[in-house]
């Protein structure tokens, strides 16, 4: 009778882990910030709670610019709200559910010497990011249909 087969896996590197431990630390400083955050009922301008100005290109053209609204989704989705940080910019709120993965990710990578890295990293392949691209095209438009102006 045989005994149970032990397999051998590759772990991280050193550089995989401290990579997968910025990555973690990254991550978990944005989704802080972003529960900290007070969401704008307008779905745009949480970023000024940071201190940064208004939008420079909203003001300029009257328009949102391609990252309007992001800052507040992150803000939604950190206060576990899916559905008002999807109604603010959809390709945020997908975003954030991707940081707080990333996260969870990173931190399996750092603490346990997972290869998961090496996978994440095969998925960037440059049809997905054309996707990627797409959707957040597509969800710039989207915000520009719904756009309320100054707020």
């Given at each position: 009778?045989?005994?149970?087969?032990?397999?051998?896996?590759?772990?991280?590197?050193?550089?995989?882990?401290?990579?997968?431990?910025?990555?973690?630390?990254?991550?978990?400083?944005?989704?802080?910030?972003?529960?900290?955050?007070?969401?704008?009922?307008?779905?745009?301008?949480?970023?000024?709670?940071?201190?940064?100005?208004?939008?420079?290109?909203?003001?300029?053209?009257?328009?949102?610019?391609?990252?309007?609204?992001?800052?507040?989704?992150?803000?939604?989705?950190?206060?576990?709200?899916?559905?008002?940080?999807?109604?603010?910019?959809?390709?945020?709120?997908?975003?954030?559910?991707?940081?707080?993965?990333?996260?969870?990710?990173?931190?399996?990578?750092?603490?346990?010497?997972s290869r998961l890295g090496r996978i994440g990293g095969k998925l960037l392949s440059a049809r997905?990011?054309?996707?990627?691209?797409?959707?957040?095209?597509?969800?710039?438009?989207?915000?520009?249909?719904?756009?309320?102006?100054?707020?």
């Amino acid at each position: 009778m045989r005994g149970p087969v032990i397999v051998a896996t590759a772990k991280a590197t050193r550089g995989e882990r401290a990579a997968g431990a910025a990555i973690a630390v990254g991550c978990l400083a944005l989704l802080v910030v972003s529960a900290w955050l007070r969401p704008e009922g307008a779905g745009h301008g949480t970023h000024e709670q940071l201190g940064l100005p208004a939008c420079g290109w909203a003001v300029a053209t009257g328009y949102p610019c391609p990252t309007c609204g992001m800052t507040t989704a992150f803000a939604h989705a950190a206060d576990l709200e899916l559905g008002r940080a999807i109604v603010a910019q959809p390709f945020a709120a997908a975003a954030a559910l991707a940081t707080a993965a990333a996260f969870w990710a990173g931190l399996h990578v750092a603490v346990f010497g997972s290869r998961l890295g090496r996978i994440g990293g095969k998925l960037l392949s440059a049809r997905v990011l054309w996707w990627i691209a797409g959707a957040w095209g597509a969800s710039w438009a989207y915000k520009v249909i719904v756009w309320n102006g100054g707020g």
